[in-house]
């Protein structure tokens, strides 16, 4: 469904500043909001993977849920990929610029590999359907595959650049106003998108396939297009009039994108309590996005909803998550803490899981909606409270090292998130082959089972005794690295 938050924020150093930054330009709040619209962008194209691909291949297609969501998260699993784009982006300026050259090449990537995969999609489906489960169908698997990793390295090159150019352009005091403002922009692009999405889509829930393949190609021409323009518009001009890297360049920066995966796990293995948040933070990464490969093809297959339907859950989704994000930050955590408002996000996420199963034996689309509503604003609670609290379980120094690892065992999370979640469901419907609810029942609970987990890790947390051993412990790691 939507993507994950760590895009915008697991980049974020606490870098020395020098003290010629101080006599450019300041960002305001008005290129914040226009940065905003290259991460409105990322969110209008994640609707396009997991809430219109995967939902096709399931539904209209036949293709197994395994299959669909394998192909479609082979992209996250390129997210090592940000380091070298990173590294590249620091050390290779294209046309004299650091990041924004990135941005656009790679969101022109992005489109193009976007309309290959439909396309690839469709011949699939087609050889499906002609020779069954032959090996020109599991060709053309493979070249879904390949499409979807070259997605996500294009997603890589432009993403990573740009969560670099958020520090680039920014002083540490305004800028968690600026990674606010652009996250938030990318839970108002997934709900923008899935409203226009669903406007260009079939609103029938039968259709024929050959008016669904053109109303698909068209929007993944239409979209994809609207993306880049979002990426041009986000960044013209502020690398150039903002930028503080040049100034920046004898500063020591530690950023995610210096940080290789065998790094990453030892900072998140450093000591028992970083092994123990590290662990929880995986449950619940896993646990939150596991109906991300299945809810669309749910709400087709159980409450026959069309493509243009299932596409505005997304909406739903969005939508609450904003408001959970605000209530959270504004009214949540200061009266409860931040860790008893993690724990109360993942244990509304495991309600909302259960209310998404009751949905289903009502047969009410309207009762699924609102459990997707529900669920987004459980999303928002335990992301913003999980966030906060991980900022404050580190010791400065490290904070910069120890965000960019969790972003990317995040990314590989959400990787194995969508291929659990699919093959939970292909598992499920052969254990309950007459009853579909059941099956989709499954696998969320599966959900509960894992924010359940994720709890139970969050309560053995000691939050002093992260402060006081984990320091030295990350610091070790991170020394013993550099020598």
Not at 434 to 452: E, H, P
Request: glycine share 10%.
């Amino acid at each position: 469904m939507a993507q994950n938050f760590s895009e915008s924020s697991s980049n974020l150093p606490l870098e020395a500043e020098l003290g010629t930054t101080r006599n450019l330009p300041r960002i305001g709040l008005l290129q914040m909001f226009q940065m905003g619209l290259f991460q409105m962008g990322l969110g209008i194209m994640s609707l396009l993977t997991l809430g219109v691909l995967n939902r096709v291949m399931i539904n209209e297609l036949a293709i197994p849920a395994t299959i669909a969501a394998g192909a479609i998260a082979v992209h996250q699993f390129m997210s090592p990929a940000r380091l070298w784009f990173g590294q590249m982006s620091d050390a290779k300026p294209i046309l004299s610029y650091h990041r924004t050259a990135y941005v656009w090449i790679g969101t022109s990537l992005l489109a193009i590999a976007s309309f290959l995969a439909v396309q690839v999609m469709w011949a699939l489906g087609d050889s499906v359907s002609a020779t069954g489960w032959s090996t020109a169908s599991q060709l053309w698997v493979a070249a879904l595959g390949v499409i979807f990793a070259f997605y996500g390295l294009a997603l890589s090159s432009s993403s990573t650049p740009f969560a670099a150019l958020l520090v680039d352009v920014s002083e540490e005091e305004e800028r968690s106003k600026l990674v606010g403002i652009v996250w938030s922009m990318l839970m108002v692009g997934i709900v923008i998108g899935a409203i226009t999405i669903s406007r260009l889509l079939p609103q029938d829930g039968i259709v024929d396939l050959a008016a669904t393949k053109a109303s698909i190609n068209r929007v993944f021409v239409l979209i994809p297009a609207i993306v880049c323009g979002l990426a041009v518009l986000g960044t013209l001009g502020i690398e150039r009039k903002f930028s503080r890297f040049k100034a920046r360049a004898g500063a020591e920066q530690v950023r995610d994108d210096q940080i290789t995966l065998k790094r990453a796990l030892k900072v998140l293995t450093a000591s028992p309590q970083t092994g123990i948040f590290f662990g929880f933070l995986l449950f619940m990464t896993v646990s939150l996005f596991l109906q991300d490969a299945v809810l669309e093809s749910y709400g087709g297959q159980v409450f026959n909803m069309s493509i243009s339907e299932t596409t505005k859950l997304n909406a739903q989704w969005g939508s609450g998550t904003l408001v959970g994000i605000a209530t959270t930050g504004f009214a949540i955590v200061p009266k409860l803490g931040k860790k008893r408002t993690t724990k109360l996000g993942c244990a509304l996420v495991a309600c909302c899981a259960a209310l998404l199963i009751s949905s289903g034996f009502s047969g009410n689309p309207t009762l699924l909606k609102s459990a997707v509503f529900l669920f987004g604003l459980a999303s928002g609670v335990t992301t913003t409270g999980a966030l906060s609290l991980m900022l404050d379980l580190t010791a400065a120094a490290t904070a910069g090292t120890f965000i960019g690892a969790w972003g990317l065992a995040q990314a590989m999370a959400r990787g194995f998130s969508t291929v659990i979640g699919g093959a939970a469901l292909d598992i499920s419907k052969k254990v309950f082959p007459d009853s579909l609810v059941t099956a989709y029942g499954a696998v969320f609970s599966l959900q509960i089972l894992g924010m359940i987990g994720a709890i139970i890790l969050l309560s053995r947390v000691n939050i002093r005794e992260f402060q006081t051993t984990a320091k030295e412990a990350i610091s070790n790691v991170i020394q013993g690295e550099l020598d």
